[in-house]
């Protein structure tokens, strides 16, 4: 449905005024959504991260806990790599954070499912057979492996 009522010569000055204002907002229209949302004590704690960083510290990959990748921070020292050496580095630490953070998935809901009293045997093959969760030890020896074939002795 269209408006039909005549504007007048000011709405359509307004509309083409496009000078900067004098007065300068620090407040978003978005901030009107706050009441919709408003923030608790929740949103100040800070989720858990998984950070994986090769030995040079030229490429860091942060992942979120769902294992999608947070962050990838790069040195100055990635300048002196291809671009295809760099895609594949952070390919690889990007994994790497992603199993971290599988792993703590795994061990979490482990520590649920037996604090609630469910058989052990069974969970551990619901979480790694169905769900498809690496263990933390098979997150840490599948680093370790990486860490050995990629960089070879370089690993702390």
Not at 49 to 78: C, R, Y
Not at 90 to 100: E, P, Y
Not at 133 to 149: D, N, Y
Request: charged share 30%.
């Amino acid at each position: 449905m269209t408006d039909n009522r005549p504007h007048d010569a000011d709405d359509l000055a307004a509309a083409l005024d496009f000078s900067i204002p004098e007065e300068i907002s620090t407040t978003s229209d978005l901030d009107a959504l706050d009441v919709v949302a408003p923030r608790s004590a929740h949103d100040d704690q800070q989720e858990p991260v998984f950070t994986v960083a090769n030995p040079d510290g030229s490429v860091t990959v942060t992942a979120f806990p769902n294992g999608g990748v947070k962050q990838i921070e790069l040195s100055p020292k990635v300048t002196a790599m291809s671009e295809a050496i760099l895609a594949e580095e952070i390919s690889v630490l990007a994994d790497l954070a992603a199993q971290d953070a599988k792993a703590a998935q795994y061990a979490y809901i482990f520590d649920e499912m037996r604090r609630r009293g469910h058989d052990d045997a069974a969970t551990r093959d619901f979480l790694t057979r169905d769900l498809e969760l690496p263990t933390p030890q098979q997150a840490r020896a599948e680093r370790a492996r990486v860490f050995a074939a990629r960089y070879g002795g370089r690993h702390g």
